[in-house]
């Protein structure tokens, strides 16, 4: 089945650590996006990415970044930098960057501090 | 991006419908009105979207006022499985936009068997 799988579902991060968190998608979308949600509150942009090889900063970038080597993975990386990165974080895709093109997001990585 | 109003949560019975408000006045004329709904420890998920006309689809239906200052996402037969945040959500066209959600607080729906 078509979708996007972020992995791992749970992560815990030590002090100064830096941590990766995968985004796979086979829907052939060329947009991937980055969210963080805090409890009881909506979705924030943190990274997004049209095209292979370019990403741009969201909203709340600092702390974090991004790669996009192929189209179909789009890691993300919470730096030590992230100086409060428990939240829910999650990955999503889009045919393309228009307005009327759905997102399809995968299940969320909880990231919390050790 | 123009801003929408939900309340802040519904109640419904399970088998009757449940018509969901959203209030967008100052939405422009190339905002495109999106709504998805999210589970306790999942992801969004994308149920309906529309511009001007009625839209229907096999979750819902989305109905917008004529001066498009307001529509209403309805679920013909609310479900156990129904029971999520919704989010209203506007997005513009045009040259600057960046494809991101702007997710408000959204409307907690519950279901009562």
């Known amino acids: 089945d078509g979708g996007i799988t972020q992995s791992p579902k749970y992560l815990f991060r030590k002090e100064g650590q830096n941590v990766t968190l995968s985004c796979e998608q086979n829907?052939?979308?060329?947009?991937m996006y980055w969210y963080r949600q805090d409890p009881g509150q909506g979705l924030r942009l943190i990274y997004y990415?049209?095209?292979?090889?370019?990403?741009q900063k969201g909203d709340i970038a600092e702390g974090y970044s991004v790669s996009r080597e192929k189209k179909e993975s789009f890691p993300l990386t919470v730096t030590s930098a992230q100086k409060n990165p428990t939240a829910f974080y999650l990955c999503?895709?889009?045919?393309?960057?228009?307005?009327?093109?759905?997102?399809?997001f995968g299940d969320g990585t909880r990231l919390s501090i050790l | 991006d123009a801003k929408t109003t939900q309340p802040n949560s519904m109640e419904s019975n399970e088998e009757e419908p449940v018509h969901l408000p959203c209030n967008h006045s100052?939405?422009?004329?190339?905002?495109?009105i999106h709504w998805y709904r999210q589970l306790p420890s999942q992801g969004p998920e994308y149920v309906i979207h529309?511009?001007?006309s009625n839209v229907n689809n096999r979750m819902a239906s989305l109905a917008i006022a004529e001066d498009r200052k307001s529509s209403t996402l309805i679920l013909h037969r609310a479900t156990l499985r129904d029971a999520a945040v919704y989010y209203c959500?506007?997005?513009?066209?045009?040259?600057?936009?960046?494809?991101?959600?702007?997710f408000g607080q959204g409307t907690t729906l519950q279901v009562k068997p």
């Open positions: 999503a895709s889009s045919t393309a960057d228009l307005s009327n093109q759905p997102q399809h």
């Open positions: 829907l052939n979308h060329d947009a």
């Open positions: 990415s049209q095209i292979v090889n370019d990403f």
């Open positions: 100052t939405i422009s004329g190339t905002d495109y």
């Open positions: 529309g511009l001007t």
């Open positions: 959500i506007l997005r513009a066209l045009g040259s600057s936009n960046t494809g991101k959600l702007i």
